[in-house]
């Protein structure tokens, strides 16, 4: 099983490139796609990677799970792509027919990789259960394959070479498996498929929050208009954008190069809004604030009912930092967990100003830490009012040099707003962090 490794330093992706552009095909499979049973997420992710490593994308087309239909989508991305990625349809099931398609439009037969069924074995004797026959599907790969290493599930990735040189590439549908195949196998692979030529793809990726998609735009758009190498390409994020400046050049040093008086103009314009770079999100690098001005911190959640907690603590090494939280939904919870007044929440509400400040400064207290957040709020869709909308939140940081209080009033659904919320009140703690000084 081939498992390829790949550079990627503080978001910067360095690969080969060749004067030739790929061109790359995205399948997605599965009749769940079409009923909108689940959203489409891994067509964009794969779209993303692949513009960062230089490969064009010009269709991506969802199918159900039918085996003609595929193998006919198949046939035909190869007569307009370099590389076909499909994603779905490796599972142990009957209606997993994905391999079976490729199988049938490369016109091979499937057989068993042994390495495949090894590594299948494995991780079920890892988790201590035992494989069903099914399982055993997921090793039968068309003939001539090789099976890419899925670090966090059974069905191993597929890649196939056909004789004229071009690649069709099988992902699982399971977003966090196929984002780690395509990490690991995947991107290493095409970079070193391009390594025929001399020069490389070098990216830099800058993270912003407080400006949206739009107002980002209205900010660089010379910038955009007039681009040619670097390129520079704005992604939008729930609740914050992200910019990634692309160079091809013969050196990463020369890369480089370009890429630095760019990234100056842009922090020069909205450097107020940046917060990190590559794929460090928010609670990294609060993780890492925290960790690096010697601050702990405890969270009161009511709105988001533990999101903050459970973002901080995604981070490894937490627990050096995250000491405790308390999900106080209720207005009892909020008096006899965090000590809130009654009369507090019955005179101002327990979406308020008070009550958040109240709840950051009694988690703090409780437990014993250098920073307290408390957040309360309306996630919808019913309980607004004139007065207080849905998507009304307050947050609250507590420490023994401050206390700080903000209002923001959000749009969207309740796991929207939950998701918004939890972001800006961890930009909250970001920005206290920084104020601190060395």
């Given at each position: 099983?081939?498992?390829?490794?790949?550079?990627?330093?503080?978001?910067?992706?360095?690969?080969?490139?060749?004067?030739?552009?790929?061109?790359a095909?995205?399948?997605?499979?599965?009749?769940?796609?079409?009923?909108?049973e689940?959203?489409?997420?891994?067509?964009?992710?794969?779209?993303?990677?692949?513009?960062?490593?230089?490969?064009?994308?010009?269709?991506?087309?969802?199918?159900?799970?039918?085996?003609?239909?595929?193998?006919?989508?198949?046939?035909?991305?190869?007569?307009?792509?370099?590389?076909?990625?499909?994603?779905?349809?490796?599972?142990?099931?009957?209606?997993?027919?994905?391999?079976?398609?490729?199988?049938?439009?490369?016109?091979?037969?499937?057989?068993?990789?042994?390495?495949?069924?090894?590594?299948?074995?494995a991780?079920?004797?890892?988790?201590?259960?035992?494989?069903?026959?099914?399982?055993?599907?997921?090793?039968?790969?068309?003939?001539?394959?090789?099976?890419?290493?899925?670090?966090k599930?059974?069905?191993?990735?597929?890649?196939?070479?056909?004789?004229?040189?071009?690649?069709?590439?099988?992902?699982?549908?399971?977003?966090?498996?196929?984002?780690?195949?395509?990490?690991?196998?995947?991107?290493?692979?095409?970079?070193?498929?391009?390594?025929?030529?001399?020069?490389?793809?070098?990216?830099?990726?800058?993270r912003?929050?407080?400006?949206?998609?739009?107002?980002?735009?209205?900010?660089?758009?010379?910038?955009?208009?007039?681009?040619?190498?670097?390129?520079?390409?704005?992604?939008?994020?729930?609740?914050?954008?992200?910019?990634?400046?692309?160079?091809?050049?013969?050196?990463?040093?020369?890369?480089?190069?370009?890429i630095?008086?760019?990234?100056?103009?842009?922090?020069?314009?909205?450097?107020?809004?940046?917060?990190?770079?590559?794929?460090?999100?928010?609670?990294?690098?609060?993780?890492?604030?925290?960790?690096?001005?010697?601050?702990?911190?405890?969270?009161?959640e009511?709105?988001?009912?533990?999101?903050?907690s459970?973002?901080?603590?995604?981070?490894?090494?937490?627990?050096?930092?995250?000491?405790?939280?308390?999900?106080?939904?209720?207005?009892?919870?909020?008096?006899?967990?965090?000590?809130?007044?009654?009369?507090?929440?019955?005179?101002?509400?327990?979406?308020?100003?008070?009550?958040?400040?109240?709840?950051?400064?009694?988690?703090?207290?409780?437990?014993?830490?250098?920073?307290?957040?408390?957040?309360?709020?309306?996630?919808?869709?019913?309980?607004?009012?004139?007065?207080?909308?849905?998507?009304?939140?307050?947050?609250?940081?507590?420490?023994?040099?401050?206390?700080?209080?903000?209002?923001?009033?959000?749009?969207?659904?309740?796991?929207?707003?939950?998701?918004?919320?939890?972001?800006?009140?961890?930009?909250?703690?970001?920005?206290?962090?920084?104020?601190?000084?060395?």
């Open positions: 099983m081939i498992n390829f490794s790949v550079l990627e330093v503080k978001g910067r992706i360095t690969s080969k490139w060749c004067d030739l552009k790929m061109i095909e995205l399948i997605m499979v599965g009749t769940e796609l079409l009923l909108g689940i959203v489409d997420t891994n067509s964009n992710y794969l779209a993303e990677e692949l513009a960062a490593i230089g490969v064009d994308l010009f269709y991506v087309t969802k199918v159900g799970d039918n085996q003609q239909r595929i193998a006919r989508l198949i046939q035909n991305a190869f007569t307009r792509a370099d590389i076909v990625i499909t994603s779905g349809g490796l599972g142990p099931t009957s209606d997993d027919l994905t391999k079976e398609a490729a199988a049938e439009a490369l016109g091979r037969d499937l057989v068993l990789c042994p390495k495949a069924l090894k590594s299948i074995e991780r079920f004797q890892r988790m201590h259960a035992a494989m069903s026959q099914n399982n055993k599907r997921q090793a039968y790969l068309p003939e001539g394959s090789q099976a890419l290493h899925n670090p599930g059974t069905a191993p990735g597929v890649l196939v070479e056909t004789q004229d040189g071009k690649a069709l590439i099988m992902l699982p549908g399971v977003p966090v498996e196929l984002k780690a195949i395509m990490r690991d196998s995947v991107i290493p692979y095409i970079a070193n498929k391009a390594a025929g030529a001399n020069g490389i793809i070098f990216s830099q990726i800058l912003f929050y407080g400006l949206g998609e739009s107002r980002l735009e209205e900010l660089i758009k010379d910038l955009l208009v007039t681009q040619s190498n670097p390129t520079i390409a704005p992604y939008a994020g729930s609740g914050e954008v992200r910019v990634r400046i692309t160079a091809k050049a013969d050196t990463q040093e020369t890369a480089e190069s370009l630095a008086p760019v990234e100056k103009e842009l922090l020069g314009r909205i450097g107020e809004y940046f917060y990190g770079y590559g794929e460090a999100g928010m609670e990294t690098v609060v993780g890492n604030l925290l960790i690096n001005k010697g601050q702990t911190i405890a969270v009161a009511s709105c988001t009912g533990g999101l903050i459970n973002l901080l603590t995604n981070v490894p090494g937490s627990s050096d930092y995250y000491m405790q939280g308390a999900v106080t939904y209720s207005n009892l919870a909020k008096e006899t967990v965090l000590g809130v007044d009654p009369r507090l929440i019955e005179d101002y509400g327990a979406v308020s100003e008070q009550t958040a400040k109240a709840m950051a400064l009694g988690v703090r207290q409780w437990a014993g830490t250098d920073i307290g957040l408390g957040i309360t709020g309306i996630a919808g869709p019913g309980g607004g009012t004139s007065a207080k909308p849905v998507g009304l939140v307050y947050f609250s940081l507590s420490s023994s040099e401050k206390e700080i209080v903000d209002k923001r009033v959000f749009s969207g659904d309740r796991l929207q707003i939950k998701e918004r919320a939890a972001l800006a009140a961890l930009d909250l703690v970001r920005r206290h962090l920084l104020s601190l000084g060395n």
